[in-house]
């Protein structure tokens, strides 16, 4: 009797090895640091919030709308957004800038609230604190209007606009862009990235995006799974690399291999 | 419950919840029917905190009336039309079992709601337009070859392409067909791996994100 769905072997293996290599960087030799390249993108926010200090306009950061947290393949971009968002709360406490988070996900919105304040009680000014902070705005075509008309009424100084996108990406963006704003975009979609390039002055790339945290924190645990994700790609590559020239030669072994 | 037992709690579900959901893809196991039961939960957690949306709106804008604050005049149309559709809702469903077998609630989702969603879909295309102006300057080698490769997709996607040159379109489909497809599984293939990495920092309870700031 069969034990494993047919045709999910390979993936199982691979997961495990993927789960080990992230394992080993994170919990064998503690002694070793990791680095991680400098990502424009997330060195741009404080230039973001110190322009919105300058211009004394708020922040304003959104996750875009297909980021549902019971939608496996979405969800995770707006927990990702999420840690990206308490940086940047931390940022404008500390510059005095008002930030306004526009959230159109109702599960997500609990978190979201509950990291805005744990920002502001890290800084020492919780009482600054105000729930009023977050608009809650359901369904795409109300969200998209709501998030315009506060971009035309306040004109914040900086946008950042990082989770799971939709048709909105191009909007906001040239909204944004139509208000002179600084804007700072990411996702993890790969048919709303070119929009997000084309509108936003710095861009989270697919797994930048879920990187940030980690980039942010200079924690070396999660830059060792970073490090274990890179031994990851390469394994893959090796694993294309090789199933193209044997595939070139009508040898099918990898295609076969990976199938099971 | 403490903090630190609340945290814990956390990574207790959250570690027998992914435990669940990988054993269910992946093997043959009794461990189907908790999985599923587990996805009706998450749709029924979802739906809840919409009625805790909808509770705050009230809440929030019922004070914004009563304090007579800013734009107070929109919070009391929203309240307005809040208890319409909600009354309208409830009434369709008491009187024939269906909510949607009630006139006005049938009537403004169909000639108020759908309208203005449909009314603003279309700007789209304007900003794709200003968008496409923007990223197709040609500034450096990089936006000129896009650019090039840009106009080839729009010569064979417009009609008047094809009209004046039939290469347009084997060029143009090349471009969207095959030229960017290695570019963009690149990006969903590092992204999914993005992805699992995230889950598993997560599952060791040291993304800050998924425990709302908290975490390690």
Redesign the interface.
Known sequence: ?????EG?LM??IL?II??VL?YYF?SINKEQQYTIRAMPALQAIPEAVGRAAEMGRPVLWTPGISG???NS?QG?QI????????YLTEECVKAGVHLQAIVPL??A????E??M???YL?EGKPEEFNP?QIT?I????PY??ATLGYMQRYEPASNIFVGGFY?ES??L???G?HIGAMQIGGT?N?HQ???L???CDYML???????A??AI?Q?R??LG??K??DF??VI?VAITGVGFILGALNITIIADLLGM | MSNVLKQEAVYAVTGIVTILMLVEYFFFADTQVWAETIRTWAVIIYNISLGLGAARLLISHSARVSKKGRDWQFSGLLLGLFAIMLLTGFAGYIMTGVQTNNGIYNWMFNYIYTPLGATLYPITGFYIFSAAYRAFRARNIDAALMLIAGCFVMLKNAPVGEAIWIGFATIGNWFQFTGQVPGMRTFAIVGALGLIAYGFRALLGKERGFYAGGGE
Request: hydrophobic share 50%.
């Open positions: 009797m069969a034990i494993i769905v999910r993936t199982f997961m993927f789960f992230m994170m549902a947290l019971n393949s995770p927990l990702a957004a999420i840690s990206i968002l308490e109702p599960d919105l609990p978190l979201i509950e990291t304040r744990t920002a890290r009023d809650f359901s369904e795409q075509s998209l209007s048709y191009v909007v963006g040239e909204a862009n993890n790969t990235m070119p929009f390039v084309a509108t790339l697919a797994e930048e995006l879920f990187a945290g980690a924190s924690n645990d999660m799974s970073i274990g994700e990851m790609k893959l």
